[in-house]
């Protein structure tokens, strides 16, 4: 079902050899909180996908670290389009967001549990190259597609 999708483009595109070394660093941060519980790791993951997800990607730290990876090491770029991979950062904001707001509650088994689902999509991204938010998005906008089709009829 999933090969049959298209999906709409914003027609921006961004490299996505960027966008995998951002999920690493989110990948690491996020196993780091698992084993250590610092509260300043889901602070900084809230801050830093929220700039990614609302276009300020020019302030976020990983973005930027990012950037110097791929210029360091020559990474060639790999063009995909902007929009699934923003809307499964925003996916990744509430994560986070969620994630600081169990810890700040002290609800401790949610926010690890909500955790290891973050480590598990950003090791997909970063290891597999597959974004399960990507796919997400793609259905969605079909099913928007569809509706919009009955609503002209």
Do not use: H
């Not at 997909?124 to 969605?140: K, M, R």
Request: charged fraction near 10%; proline fraction near 3%; include cysteine.
């Amino acid at each position: 079902m999933i090969d049959n999708l298209q999906c709409p483009a914003d027609q921006v595109m961004i490299n996505e050899n960027k966008v995998r070394i951002v999920a690493f660093f989110v990948l690491i941060l996020s196993a780091t909180y698992v084993l250590t519980g610092y509260l300043i790791i889901p602070m900084f993951l809230s801050i830093d996908f929220f700039l990614r997800a609302f276009n300020l990607g020019a302030y976020s730290l990983a973005s930027l670290l990012a950037d110097g990876i791929v210029s360091l090491f020559k990474i060639k770029n790999k063009p995909t389009d902007r929009a699934p991979k923003r809307f499964a950062t925003g996916v990744g904001f509430a994560f986070a967001a969620f994630i600081l707001i169990a810890a700040l509650l002290n609800w401790y088994t949610v926010g690890i549990a909500i955790t290891i689902i973050l480590v598990f999509f950003a090791g997909l991204e970063s290891l597999l190259n597959f974004c399960a938010g990507c796919y997400v998005y793609s259905i969605l906008q079909n099913i928007s597609g569809k509706f919009s089709t009955l609503k002209r009829l």
